[in-house]
């Protein structure tokens, strides 16, 4: 049973550049949460989402970045006009709809803010 | 506003002996607490996990405290190992909600 999975692993951006970031969650699981980590802190969410819908955006910056989970396919993460306080990786974990549940991580992707 | 802490940022530990990672959490609607391994380039893994209904769970070679009373979580590693260096964090998650928030993280370094 493959884990949750992230692609890509690093990416590099050039200020005002669009990034996009992909998350397949592990087989059974319906919930997708985006979390960002900045070097040497902890992860702090962002969004929380189930297909198709976004149950939890208290953490995402109000402008430029926004998530989906479609019917089919990964869930993305997208920024737009990135800058470089972007610079940092961004964790997706996935679970099964239960509360009270592990959230199981991906490996993450780097990115880059030239 | 509430959160989850860690008292110590990082913690050097000789091979073999025994290590104690603490945590103290301010929201006291948390029942779910996870502790969370993190090596270099990776994801967070999943270490062991308590409910507030008990104060004591053990797995292999690792032992989580729950404190409710002073809102106190600790991971204990029993014969530490290298592999046992990376980063753990303690997350909770408050009754009936989803998603978790974590700490700022310990570094623990194991020395040969």
């Known amino acids: 049973n493959a884990g949750v999975m992230q692609n890509p692993r690093h990416l590099v951006r050039r200020r005002g550049q669009e990034a996009r970031l992909r998350c397949s969650p592990m087989?059974?699981?319906?919930?997708v949460y985006w979390y960002r980590q900045l070097p040497e802190e902890g992860l702090k969410f962002m969004v929380y989402l189930q297909k198709e819908n976004i149950i939890d955006e208290s953490g995402m910056p109000k402008e430029r970045f926004s998530a989906e989970f479609p019917k089919e396919g990964p869930s993305i993460l997208r920024i737009q006009q990135v800058v470089r306080g972007d610079s940092a990786a961004y964790f997706c974990?996935?679970?099964?709809?239960?509360?009270?549940?592990?959230?199981?991580f991906g490996n993450g992707t780097r990115l880059t803010v030239t | 506003g509430e959160s989850v802490g860690l008292h110590l940022p990082t913690l050097s530990v000789q091979e073999g002996d025994n290590s104690i990672i603490n945590c103290a959490y301010s929201n006291s609607a948390s029942d779910y607490f996870i502790w969370y391994k993190q090596e270099s380039g990776k994801g967070p893994q999943f270490i062991i996990d308590?409910?507030?209904?008990?104060d004591k769970r053990q797995g292999q070679r690792v032992t989580v405290l729950l404190n409710k009373t002073v809102k106190h979580l600790s991971l204990q590693i029993a014969a530490t190992q290298p592999g046992d260096s990376a980063v753990y964090f303690c997350a909770e998650n408050p009754l009936g909600d989803y998603k978790l928030s974590f700490g700022a993280g310990t570094t623990v370094t194991v020395r040969a």
């Open positions: 308590i409910r507030s209904n008990m």
């Open positions: 974990a996935s679970s099964p709809p239960v509360a009270g549940s592990p959230l199981h």
């Open positions: 087989k059974g699981h319906s919930h």
